[in-house]
């Protein structure tokens, strides 16, 4: 039962953070791959092909910090480009900088 259940995370895990991966890169792309791999590398069917194509060890813990630095990447990719969207905002409706607009939303909503 237990290695069913396992199986039935990696399935939904995988598939998931796949098609929200590839949805996601048309937006904020570096985000949207590293969640892809992320969810490749728990996906049953490329699992086994990954491992033993990069020359992984079998070792769950390697993974899981695989798992975690991809993650990482993908949540400083995601702030980094909302950063940049937020300051294109900003500069189109004539603020000098980021700080600036946020003060002016800011005295607006007091």
């Known amino acids: ?22 949805w996601l ?4 792309f570096l985000t949207g791959v590293s969640l892809a791999l992320i969810g490749f590398l728990w996906w ?21 910090a695989l ?13 980094g480009r909302y950063t940049v969207i937020l300051e294109e905002r900003a500069l189109e409706q004539g603020y000098p900088s980021l700080e600036a607009w946020q003060d002016a939303q800011r005295q607006q909503n007091n």
């Open 67 to 79: 798992t975690v630095c991809l993650l990482v990447i993908a949540l400083f990719a995601f702030i």
């Open 25 to 28: 890169s048309g937006f904020y």
């Open 44 to 64: 049953p069917p490329s699992r086994q092909f990954l491992i033993k194509r990069l020359k992984l060890p079998p070792v769950f813990l390697l993974h899981v």
């Open 1 to 22: 039962m237990d290695g069913k259940l396992t199986t039935t995370w990696s399935w939904l895990l995988g598939c998931s953070l796949i098609l929200s991966g590839f």
